[in-house]
């Protein structure tokens, strides 16, 4: 019942992290172009900044911890003993949380009025969370190695 309640809550977290790995770029798109330090600039460094404490930063936590909690039910600490599915898998997490930080430093350069990137940086940027979904996806459920 532990390990079933852990996936649970492994799904839901990862759910909610990926809602705003996909969200915050897209604000970031619409950011760009309002004039710094206005009234429009405060409400999307408002909804950025909520987003990343509120949801995205325990989802991801969340999804670490139990997912983790997942291997060491499974493997125990035979990290080597471990399918390539795997490490192809926890390759693309680890990439998806390097995204979330580079997110995160985006946010911040918003905030301190450094943003260099255009919208047409965002909108390319808003797809790489999508391609690592599908292939964590496709390594779980179809275990191709």
């Known amino acids: 019942m532990t390990y079933l309640l852990f996936k649970a809550l492994h799904f839901i977290a990862v759910i909610s992290w ?7 770029p897209r604000i970031f798109v619409y950011h760009v172009d309002v004039e710094p330090g206005g009234e ?3 409400i999307f460094q408002i909804m950025e900044v909520k987003l990343l ?4 930063m325990p989802a991801m936590l969340v999804s670490w911890v139990t997912g ?26 680890i990439t998806m949380t390097w995204f979330h930080f580079f997110l995160t430093r985006r946010q911040m350069d918003f ?10 940086f965002y909108r ?3 797809e790489v969370p999508t391609l690592l979904m599908i292939f964590i996806v496709l390594m779980v459920v179809i275990k191709p190695f």
């Open 111 to 120: 905030a301190g009025e450094r943003n260099t990137r255009t919208g047409r």
């Open 68 to 93: 983790l909690g997942l291997f060491w039910n499974l493997y125990g600490f035979g990290i080597f003993s471990a399918d390539f599915w795997f490490y192809a898998k926890f390759t693309a997490v």
């Open 40 to 42: 429009a600039d405060r």
């Open 18 to 24: 990926m809602a705003g790995l996909l969200y915050l």
């Open 124 to 126: 390319v940027v808003n």
């Open 53 to 56: 404490r509120i949801i995205m």
